[in-house]
């Protein structure tokens, strides 16, 4: 459809083929992706890892504790996850 309507035919360049090589290649580097014939791929959970400062560390484990105690448990444990601070010894879920 993408290609169709940027005036490429759908079968052009092995497209399908290269695009199920790259989903297949990001699947490997610990991203999960949701694919369902006809739609669009859906991120489902990235576990890439980020480079933070110790400021931009702290700073999500004080949004995480403020998140924690307003009972927003979830998002709490979401931003513990992204900065990885639980393997660094922050805790935002008290």
């Known amino acids: 459809m993408f290609m ?3 005036g490429k035919s759908a079968d052009h360049a092995d497209v399908k083929q290269k695009l199920t090589g790259a ?7 610990g991203i999960k992706i949701d694919s369902v014939t006809y739609s ?3 991120l489902v959970e990235s576990n890439f890892p ?3 400062s110790t400021e931009q560390r702290e ?3 004080i949004a995480g504790y403020f998140l924690s105690n307003m009972g927003f448990l ?7 996850r992204i900065g990885n601070l639980t393997e660094l ?6």
Do not use: F
């Open 74 to 80: 979830g998002q709490a444990n979401q931003i513990q």
């Open 40 to 42: 669009p791929y859906k």
């Open 89 to 94: 010894g922050y805790s935002t879920v008290y």
């Open 50 to 52: 980020m480079l933070l």
């Open 59 to 61: 700073a999500l484990a």
């Open 4 to 6: 169709e309507q940027h």
């Open 23 to 29: 989903i297949r290649e990001i699947r490997d580097c």
